[in-house]
């Protein structure tokens, strides 16, 4: 007599019904994500329409009356608007402080002794700097070179009127 084994018998039988139900509950899970995909996707945007602009330019008339030269006025000498020099003496060596600034907050540290001269930092208000050079003279102002001791970047040339003593060397 010989035994007939069935698949049940084997330790990778997986029943048929078993491997259905997994596959339905994939199938109903994708279709619940693109459910909820569609539901939630945001409403279309209006677009942005053109609308045509048409310019025309309307020649000068040919009548105009000539306009006599006049002598052109002399070129404007700037003003100095700086501050007095608050108290102190500023010397190379010597921690100054910001200050002064009014409205605007923060002192242009510029590239040269100038006021047409590149901004390289703007300090701001009661900022702490060492002076490493000068006093230059330019544009009615003196000019001091400070530099930031916690960094070398935030340097430049400062005029003495925003600068207030904090310690002598």
Same mark, same amino acid.
């Given at each position: 007599?010989?035994?007939?084994?069935?698949?049940?018998?084997?330790?990778?039988?997986?029943?048929?019904?078993?491997?259905?139900?997994?596959?339905?509950?994939?199938?109903?899970?994708?279709?619940?994500?693109?459910g909820?995909?569609?539901s939630?996707r945001?409403?279309?945007?209006p677009?942005?329409?053109v609308?045509?602009?048409?310019?025309?330019?309307? +020649? !000068?008339?040919? /009548?105009? $009356?000539?306009? &006599? *030269?006049? %002598?052109?006025?002399? +070129? !404007?000498?700037? /003003?100095? $608007?700086?501050? &007095? *020099?608050? %108290?102190?003496?500023?010397?190379?060596?010597?921690?100054?402080?910001?200050?002064?600034t009014?409205?605007?907050g923060?002192?242009?540290?510029?590239?040269?002794?100038?006021?047409?001269?590149?901004?390289?930092?703007?300090?701001?208000?009661?900022?702490?700097?060492?002076?490493?050079?000068?006093?230059?003279?330019?544009?009615?102002?003196?000019w001091?070179?400070?530099?930031?001791?916690?960094?070398?970047?935030?340097?430049?040339?400062?005029?003495?009127?925003?600068?207030q003593v904090?310690?002598?060397?």
């Open positions: 007599m010989s035994a007939s084994h069935s698949p049940r018998d084997s330790i990778g039988y997986i029943p048929w019904w078993l491997l259905a139900l997994v596959a339905a509950l994939f199938a109903g899970g994708a279709l619940a994500l693109a909820l995909v569609w939630t945001s409403a279309d945007l677009r942005a329409t609308a045509p602009v048409v310019l025309t330019a309307t +020649p !000068a008339p040919a /009548t105009a $009356t000539p306009v &006599p *030269p006049t %002598a052109s006025p002399a +070129p !404007a000498v700037p /003003t100095s $608007t700086l501050p &007095p *020099p608050p %108290a102190g003496d500023v010397k190379i060596g010597a921690y100054v402080q910001v200050y002064g009014g409205d605007a923060v002192l242009n540290l510029r590239a040269e002794p100038s006021l047409q001269a590149q901004v390289n930092y703007m300090a701001l208000e009661r900022e702490v700097l060492q002076v490493q050079a000068g006093p230059q003279q330019a544009n009615g102002i003196t001091w070179y400070v530099v930031d001791s916690a960094a070398a970047n935030r340097s430049g040339w400062a005029a003495q009127n925003y600068l904090v310690q002598s060397p």
